[in-house]
């Protein structure tokens, strides 16, 4: 198998077509045709099915590019790490980040990391784990942050646990409610679900008020979405739970306020995830980093805050 053949298979897969990829990779169709025709034939079975519009790939066809995908990121890797080594500042890092972890970690990391690496290229997802596990399982995200109990999480992954956790009960500005102090004042409020949030958060959304022996909170809203659940909290009567994040992130901590409630919310801790046996490129790892760092920073104001 060469590594054309790898490159070919791959770019059909993607664009769907052999036409398509053709003009992707700038090689001639006729080049890719026999390419994927010989890596078939040495095989022993089908790839693709052709149809009018193109092709798609079989069930075999999809568990090989499922590995392939894995062997061309590490190749990618290990080109870039020894181009690294010997000097060079060129190369890609893919994270992905939460919500919360973007405004409290990733406004200074960027600055930082442009002027030591300012030819490489930085790709960030927002997101949380579960959307993004097999993507880093893959080595195509280097790694992740954001909450997540570690307790939970399979062991082809390292978590490196940054920092603590805290979730606030969030209203509108001039909110009637704002003053309340106990979850049983709230009993009446409606509120948003931040369903995006991790596999266990609807049942510590309900937890909480089930704890206190209340009934459970009036849903109005579920929200997939962080900027979805921060307009409509500022702009209706509904409430929601939100990280400490929010409320300090600056360009939005106008918009609503937070309720100085007796009972504690539960919450997993902020964590670094990324694949087990799998060494970062130097620059992935200087990133890795900075963004340590960040946090050790976000702590060390939090604890001066109080």
């Avoid at 790898?6 to 080049?31: C, F, K, Y």
């Avoid at 280097?142 to 109990?149: S, T, V």
Wanted: glycine share 4%; net charge neutral.
């Amino acid at each position: 198998m060469k590594l054309t053949q790898i490159r070919d298979l791959l770019a059909v897969a993607e664009a769907g077509s052999l036409r398509a990829a053709g003009r992707h990779l700038g090689v001639a169709q006729p080049v890719i045709t026999r390419s994927i025709r010989e890596l078939e034939q040495e095989l022993g079975t089908s790839l693709f099915e052709r149809h009018a519009k193109g092709v798609k790939l079989t069930v075999t066809g999809e568990t090989f590019v499922r590995r392939l995908r894995l062997v061309d990121a590490e190749l990618r890797r290990a080109r870039e790490e020894i181009s690294q080594m010997e000097g060079s500042n060129l190369g890609h890092v893919s994270i992905a980040l939460s919500t919360a972890t973007c405004m409290s970690l990733l406004p200074k990391t960027v600055s930082a990391f442009a002027r030591r690496y300012p030819d490489a290229t930085l790709k960030i997802s927002e997101s949380l784990f579960q959307p993004i596990e097999n993507y880093l399982a893959r080595g195509e995200i280097d790694f992740w942050i954001g909450p997540l109990e570690p307790s939970g999480v399979s062991p082809q992954f390292v978590v490196e646990k940054l920092f603590d956790n805290t979730r606030r009960v969030v209203a509108r500005r001039g909110h009637p409610l704002a003053s309340a102090r106990t979850l049983s004042e709230l009993t009446e409020a409606r509120w948003v679900r931040p369903t995006l949030s991790t596999r266990t958060t609807e049942a510590d959304f309900e937890l909480m008020f089930r704890t206190a022996g209340l009934p459970p909170p009036k849903i109005a809203m579920h929200s997939r979405s962080s900027l979805v659940t921060a307009l409509t909290v500022a702009n209706t009567d509904m409430l929601t739970v939100l990280p400490q994040q929010w409320i300090e992130f600056a360009p939005m901590a106008h918009m609503y306020q937070a309720l100085d409630l007796e009972e504690d919310m539960p919450v997993a801790p902020t964590c670094m995830v990324r694949r087990n046996g799998l060494p970062l490129t130097p620059i992935a790892e200087y990133l890795s980093d900075l963004l340590r760092k960040a946090a050790g920073n976000y702590v060390f104001a939090q604890i001066n805050a109080t």
